[in-house]
């Protein structure tokens, strides 16, 4: 459950920051310019968060770690 918290609160931190940065860059916020750049912003998060995870090792894939004691 834990996990799920955590992703959930990364994807939706950039998702925010790379929407605003889209926001930003744009000269006038239309609607479907707002739109569109949520949905990259909102891919390119999940592509940063399985990135992250990739290089952490703790991919769908990562084998569970045996507790130390």
Avoid: C, F, H, S
């Avoid at 479907?32 to 703790?58: H, I, P, Q, T």
């Amino acid at each position: 459950m834990a996990r799920w918290l955590t992703t959930g609160a990364e994807l939706t931190g950039w998702w925010a920051v790379l929407t605003g940065l889209w926001i930003v860059l744009i000269g006038t916020v239309d609607t479907l310019e707002w739109a569109v750049g949520a949905g990259a912003a909102l891919l390119a998060a999940a592509a940063a968060g399985g990135a992250r995870r990739a290089v952490d090792g703790n991919g769908p894939e990562a084998k569970p770690q045996e507790e130390q004691g």
